[in-house]
């Protein structure tokens, strides 16, 4: 392909830049063939032109398409190069946060100097058994592609961690371990695993040290080998060390620290046991002081100190090791600190009691003498002779400084060794995972022989990552059938050759140590002879005679030669070895004992350097010299490096880079220069380098048809995809060599997927163009169609506005001239008007000045005359008032007179006793008379009211006399006018007449006048009661609005409180629920466990005589649900298993059998707290649901009760006063209230029939009573009288114990019901006596109330007495009705009551008297009778619905039964259930006959049998279903027929007759219910683990809607395709899996509460599992995706909704996964929309919704990435939320599973046994 195809404007390259090292520029011009230059344009708008190289004319890099930046993998790129590696690196890390990146074979890992929330538990399940290219790149994906090819491949693996310090290999290497400890668990219970993760902080402690470019620096190499058994669970691990940096023990660089325990242990100083250390803060030391930086911040060392010897115990080092350790780590801080001083210039000396070396020897345990001596001096030894030659200061410290480091060196390997020890089993190893922790290339400004031996181990392993990364394209092209040419690639054997060959770098430093006066200075003048001329990788530097460059395939390297020998010897003075080895402390002995032989726990040293030494066995036949051992440390790391490497050619390695982005340690900070200098020391340039000179690209042929189908016409599709692809590559590629067609995949040269994206977007652009110009039209014409309408209306509203106008104004016009006219006239009309008001006015004053001259005289003559008038009357007055003082003055006097004379007459008969007596005697005859008068009036009021009615009709009638006279009279008028004669006679008596008459007309008009004045105040009266009436029904309804609101404030109030209690109160049940059922979970685990080692101990001990075990005895201890004697057998069983696994570890079991015995504890007292918080939920939510019923029933029944017995008196009244009026109309004569009335008849009836009926119902019940005691007495007499043998016979009869014991029992019911009887009789007369007396108290006070009412009656008017008896008569009856109505329901309720008491009574008696005669005989035919030998057949009892087995069929029950059925048979052929319903009816007759050893067998038997199938066959399903719906049905039944009131209520009366009598099972309910939730746990299990693998592909991969996401370049690692294979799961395949679920626990008669639960279950594992991948798959987080979501979540609810599941919860499940794909398709630029996906996303947590926005990716280059503002908006939105910041959502939660009570209608005597299940020996009772 031409260059001028693809530098075109508007291209985009890389150019190299000082600061940033590349830097993006567009092209603004074609480039063409020839040109010297390129016109750029820079990302800030700056144009630039960019000269090329004249001699290579080399053109810059080419840029990716956008759509390819922040591939998950970099050899997905097209054009593979370091700009684009390190602008992949860049954007995935600074804007997706994302540290981990494939870069073929390698991870590459970026430091990001931040926790981050991706290395949980969730995060490592989700990683689990996941293929490597289908997740994002992560530590835990190459940890589990080692274990999973481990398995697969029967191949041992290794992981290779390499990086610069403070890349975080450490930390990288720590992850991998804990996902193998995670993942593969442990093949014993010694916590292996917990033993290998325990390891990290001792080393830690011990090997690392804070450096400038790093906190915690790996000072030492390591190599873990985590060895697994066949079963791939780990056993071991064993560990190998390579260069510890021991010259930090006794330097340090300024910022930097000593290892880690010195720091620890002096912040630790002031712990009491540590007083013996004599420490102090860690400046008053010399070896910890130096890097004036002994604080890290953020880090404790004290809780550090304590985290290493927690560590130090679980891996066996007890307390005594740890201090004597403590000890030796303290003795060497103290040497340091002591001071040696010159004594001359060739000797030194210590100072006599130095404190510190006093210290030293103290905690060594060695003489002070002999150390001082030795510091001071050294040993010579000669042929024949040995001196003793003092010390200089300066060698004298440095003697100092070795011992200490050497010291330091025995202590590490100490530890190395032991921690070994611990990781070691006594399993045998099958295969093993290495992680290899070791340092990565180093370049300094002083570079030594540390550095040189760190890039000779790089320089081994980057070839052998170089011919591994050659082997795998290799194989890749081999495979696929590519034709293959030979790459060329870096070899750096020539470098590896320079250091390690004959002669080479090594070999001279070797040398040079043995010659006697060899130093740096020759050895770098021999370097130079040797290696100068001959080797191009070898060069001197220009100004320095003591250093040397090598060109490794990093970078240059120049190495200064001083201190290479000495370092390299690493000698120590022999002398202060020997003195260490006769020390006391028995530590340092061991640490020092056999030197010549101490080997690394490997077989190999540690890589200390030091004295140490490889133990290599020596040749038999040859003698060795102690010079022989001693080997150099180059020598030593040379041969350790060869052994490392022979270990990793013979695994499969995988390799983690680790990259440091900033020397700063600033969190997500990104330096290109630093990055760019360690991708191309690690090798991961060199990677993208071979991929790029082969094929790098990689499709099938299906990606490829589905990503560029846009760039073929129809009629190049065709059938066959692969030729479909070939022929449209030929057409669109012209160069065959840009291409090479597999077996399976196409293979492109680096550039052409660029290309042919280029190509893609054309056409897709092109597309757009024209769907753009097709709109734009379509929108410009409906434009214009919108102008054009509007003008036209426009213009007839205009038209219609003129016109408007035009008629307004003429209207205008015409209203002008009127207003003129007929202004003008109402101003000449009001001149006229005032005119003539002023004339009228003058007149008017003239006029009134005359009136009132005339009106002032005749004021003044009337005033005079009143005057006089009152003058007059006033002196007639006065003389009249004192005439009369006068004479009423003269009265007094006269009466005052009298009445003293009177007075003094009392006075004297009052004196005297006769007196008295009389008196008194007159009192008593006077309260006799009043008492006989009073019961006289009582008698007289009738006859008053009887004369008063007689009066009234006597008075009516002599008014109709009176009438008939006038009549009369007029008549004789009439006649005596005829008669003329009579005229004069007569005139007198008409005189009269007319008197009289106008009298009367007086009369009648006074009445009249009167009448009228009562009726207006009547009516005023009625009008006020009226407007009062109102008020009272304003004010009523006020108040029941009122007492409304409130009740309804109160309601929504209590309402509120109590849901708020009722949610809390449910979590807290669901939380413990879920504590609850964990635990059951954890029981269960660890019974399987015990199951496990107990048969592998049976297996393994099967073969010896004497061991074997029957099986009773194993069955023994299968159940720990058990009374006494299951307990027993239990512990006999424990011993026996005791005894034979002691041979294999007895402390294993041991603990094995504490942790149950702690699980048992806790799980009683969880048990315990469950139902306290049950009970407490059900008291509190029964106490308020009573409160509010009490609450809201008081108010509604007060107001229901008042309209009742108003509209109840009130109907009452008016039948009343109906009969009243009829009474009266009927018979006027009569009193209607007096007895014999016609109202007080129909009263005294309906009181008359109550009380008979009340009679006749006492009666009856005397009658039932006499005849139950006369039964009882004559069985009694029946009893006491028979014959013996007739007792005998009855006793025959009576047999069972349960006939005689309910014989005895109705006995005492009758007993107690008598009592209870005559007590009730008791009680009674007493409240008769009672109510007697207080009727005739109220009947007093009802007379004397009468009393009061007559007398006021007497002085009211004949109508108003009338009126007013009438209302008294009528209110009287009213209460005398309501009490007679209260009586009359009293007595019905108690009829009620006798009348079920009776039925009850009179149907016991009926049963007794037949089972009394059925079979007997009077006494008298007994007698005469003879007794024949005859067999009286005993009436079968009806004891129905149960099945008798016998003791030794039960095995077979529960083998036929349990362990042996089919349940796809039972399901379809039978009812559901059955099981359970034939385990019970047997468990009734064991009840029945009261056998407790029977029940407690059964049940512990069919517990058993169920657990035993379940661990069977667990993995099924339908298996695990059937048992669930058994388990429940058993459940229930043992509740529904306990008896318990709760549970019978549900029942027929035929089903509680089936309860059990004699034994309480709710324990045994207990232990059911819990095996209930463990066969539940069980069946979620089975369901996931067949869902789990189809959850991914069909909910995210498959494309249910074909075409709408598009496909992208997926680099090496392939994911799994989205196209629908054969072999792939779709959406479908899910909704089939869940209907055959559904089916199956429909068939099996599943409860339908429970299938809610197992439906909402399954459902979140969905939406957790595809929300989890979803967050952990870039690729996963587009648009299209997002769609394809909801369109499946769509279908699920679909299928909820056919199933009727919609209520269950399941929907809400999703509601996470709903959201994330919604934020997928939502907006994100705008505050507005960050708003919106705040509001939304309620389901997800913070977390979550950053990691979708960072991992949102587009597919096609018309979508936008998510800006870093934008996610920081939304970070600031969400920053107040208070949730876990979890990432994942936990797969493994299971919500606690309830089993609501569901009785059965199934009556068990209609249960038949079918003969399929071989149960023919139950027998039917």
Known sequence: MAASELYTKRARVWIPDAEEVWKSAELTKDYKNGDASLQLMLEDGTNIEHNLDPKTKNLPYLRNPDILVGENDLTALSYLHEPAVLHNLKVRFMDSKLIYTYCGIVLVAINPYEPLQIYGADIINAYSGQNMGDMDPHIFAVAEEAYKQMARDERNQSIIVSGESGAGKTVSAKYAMRYFATVSGSASEANVEEKVLASNPIMEAIGNAKTTRNDNSSRFGKYIEIGFDNRYRIIGANMRT???????????????????????????????????????????????????????????????????????????????????????????????????????????????????????????????????????????KTANETYIKTLPRLQATNNRDALSKHIYAKLFNWIVGHVNKALITNFKQHSFIGVLDIYGFETFETNSFEQFCINYANEKLQQQFNMHVFKLEQEEYMKEQIPWTLIDFYDNQPCINLIEAKMGILDLLDEECKMPRGSDDTWAQKLYNTHLKTCSLFEKPRMSNRAFIIQHFADKVEYQCDGFLEKN????????????????????????????????????????????????????????????????????????????????????????????????????????????????????????????????????????????????????????????????????????????????????????????????????????????????????????????????????????????????????????????????????????????????????????????????????????????????????????????????????????????????????????????????????????????????????????????????????????????????????????????????????????????????????????????????????????????????????????????????????????????????????????????????????????????????????????????????????????????????????????????TRGIDTSLTLKLQKRLTELEQEKQSLRNELENKEDQFQRARARDDVEFKKARGAELEYESLKRQELESENKKLKHNLAEMRQSLLGNAATNSGAPGSPAYKVLLDQLNSSCEELDVRKEEVLILRSQLVSQKEAMHHKETMTEPSVYVEDVSKLKDADEIKQAYVGLKDTNRLLEHQLQTQRRGHDNEVESLRGELQNVKEENNRQQQLLAQNLQLPPEARIEASLQHEITRLTNENLDLMEQLEKQDRTIRKLKKQLKVY?????????????????????????????????????????????????????????????????????????????????????????????????????????????????????????????????????????????????????QNEHTLSNFDLAEYRQVISDLAIQIYQQLIKCMENILQPMIVSAMLEHETIQGVSGVKPTGLRKRTSSIADEGTYTLDSILRQLSAFHSTMCQHGTDPELIKQVVKQQFYIIGAVTLNNLLLRKDMCSWSKGMQIRYNVSQLEEWLRDKGLMTCGAKETLEPLIQAAQLLQVKKKTDEDAEAITSMCLALTTAQIVKVLNLYTPVNEFEERVSVSFIRTIQTRLRDRCESPQLLMDTKMIYPVTFPFNPSSLALETIQIPSSLNLGFLTRV
């Not at 910890?288 to 679980?314: H, M, W, Y």
């Not at 008038?869 to 003082?885: N, Q, S």
């Not at 399901?1467 to 359970?1476: D, H, K, M, Y």
Request: hydrophobic content about 35%.
């Open 242 to 380: 390579y260069l510890l940096e021991k010259s930090r023990v006794v330097f340090q660089a300024d910022e930097e620290r000593n290892y880690h325990v010195f720091y620890q242990l002096c912040a630790s100083s002031h712990l009491p046991e540590f007083k013996i250390l004599r420490l102090s803060s860690a400046n008053d030391f010399l070896y910890t002081r130096q890097g004036r930086s002994p604080v890290i911040d953020g880090v404790d060392d004290t809780k550090e100190l304590c985290t290493t010897r927690n560590a130090f115990t679980l891996l066996g080092i007890n307390e005594s090791y740890q201090m004597g350790l403590f000890q030796v780590l303290a003795a060497i801080l103290h040497l340091g600190n002591v001071e040696i001083k010159d004594r001359d210039s060739d000797s030194s000396i210590i100072a006599p009691n130095n404190s510190h070396l006093t210290a030293f020897c103290e905690l060594v345990g060695v003489t002070y003498q002999d150390m001082s001596q030795w510091l001071c001096h050294r040993k010579l």
């Open 569 to 1140: 010897k690493d000698t120590v003075n022999e002398e202060q070895i020997n003195v260490l080895k006769a020390s006391k402390f028995d530590l340092l002995v061991e640490l020092f004992q056999d030197e010549e032989k101490a080997t690394s726990p490997t077989g190999q040293v540690a890589g200390t350097g030091g004295r140490t030494r490889l133990s290599i066995k020596p040749d038999k036949g040859r003698e060795t010299s102690s010079k022989e051992h001693k080997k150099t440390v180059g020598c030593q790391f040379r041969n350790s490096l060869q052994m490392l490497m022979g270990t990793l050619n013979a695994t499969t390695p995988h390799y983690v880079r680790c990259i440091k982005p900033n020397d700063f340690k600033l969190g997500f900070t990104f330096d290109p220069k630093r990055a760019v200098q360690q991708l191309r020391a690690c090798g991961v340039l060199e990677t993208i380098r071979i991929s790029a000179a082969g094929f790098p690209s990689r499709w099938t042929y299906q990606e490829f048809f589905s990503r560029y189908r846009v760039l073929m016409k129809q009629k190049d599709v065709l059938q066959d995809k692969k030729l479909t692809c070939r022929n449209v590559l030929e057409k669109l590629v012209e160069d065959q060599d840009k291409y090479q067609f597999g077996k399976t995949k196409i293979f492109f040269r680096a550039g052409q997927v660029a290309y042919l994206e280029k190509l893609r977007a054309d056409k897709l652009r092109v597309a757009c163009i024209r769907i753009q110009k097709t709109i734009r039209c379509w929108l410009a014409r409906k434009k214009y169609l919108r102008k054009r309408s509007a003008a036209i209306t426009i213009q007839r509203f205009t038209r219609g506005y003129q016109a408007r106008c035009l008629a307004k104004f003429m209207r205008r016009t015409q209203a002008a001239t009127t207003i003129q006219k007929y202004q003008r006239m109402c101003m000449e009309r009001k001149r006229y008007r005032q005119k003539q008001a002023a004339a009228l006015a003058m007149q008017t004053i003239l006029r009134g000045y005359i009136a009132r001259l005339k009106y002032q005289a005749l004021v003044r003559e009337y005033k005079v005359v009143i005057i006089q008038k009152i003058v007059r009357g006033w002196l007639a007055r006065c003389w009249y008032k004192r005439c009369l003082y006068s004479i009423v003055y003269l009265q007094c006097c006269f009466r005052r007179m009298k009445a003293r004379r009177q007075l003094k007459k009392l006075k004297i008969e009052a004196r005297s006793v006769e007196h008295f007596k009389k008196l008194n005697k007159g009192m008593e005859n006077k309260i006799m008379q009043l008492q006989r008068k009073i019961d006289a009036q009582s008698k007289d009021n009738l006859l008053v009211i009887e004369k008063l009615n007689s009066q009234e009709a006597a008075s009516s009638a002599e008014k109709e006399k009176m009438r008939t006279e006038l009549n009369r009279l007029r008549g004789v008028d009439e006649e005596a006018k005829s008669k003329t004669k009579q005229v004069s006679s007569l005139q007198e008596e008409l005189e009269r007449l007319r008197k009289e008459l106008s009298t009367t007309q007086q009369e009648k008009k006074t009445i009249e006048d009167w009448a009228q004045t009562y009726r207006s105040e009547m009516e005023k009266m009625v009008s006020e009661l009226k407007d009062q009436n109102g008020l009272l029904k304003k004010e009523k309804d006020d108040l029941n609005r009122s007492i409304q609101e409130q009740s309804q404030q109160m309601t929504e109030k209590m309402a509120r409180v109590i849901a708020e209690q009722t949610q809390q109160l449910e979590t807290d049940l669901n939380e413990e629920r879920s504590r609850y059922q964990n635990l059951l979970t954890e029981h269960r685990r660890i019974e399987e466990k015990y199951d496990d080692l107990k048969e592998r101990t049976l297996a393994s001990n099967a073969s010896k005589p004497g061991h074997r075990r029957t099986d009773s005895t194993h069955s023994s201890n299968e159940s720990e649900y058990t009374y006494n004697s299951e307990y027993a057998e239990l512990e006999e069983g424990s011993r026996a298993a005791e005894d034979v």
């Open 1402 to 1550: 009179s149907k016991r008696i009926g049963e007794m008297g037949a089972g009394q005669t059925e079979g007997q005989t009077s006494p008298g035919q007994m007698v005469d009778e003879p007794i024949h030998p005859v067999n009286i057949p005993r009436r079968e009892k009806d004891f129905q619905g149960m099945l008798e087995y016998k003791k030794e069929d039960e095995l077979k029950l529960v083998k036929n039964l349990i362990l042996e059925l089919k349940p796809r048979g039972v399901a379809v052929n039978l009812i559901p259930g059955l099981p359970a319903y034939v385990l019970f009816m047997c468990l009734r007759h064991a009840d029945y006959v009261n056998d407790d050893q029977k029940v407690r067998t059964l049940l512990t038997s069919t517990i058993n049998s169920i657990k035993k199938i379940l661990k069977k066959r667990g993995d099924d399903f339908e298996t695990v279903s059937f048992w669930l719906s058994n388990t429940c049905r058993f459940l229930h039944c043992l509740k529904q027929y306990s008896g318990d009131e709760a549970f019978m209520k549900h029942n027929t009366s035929r």
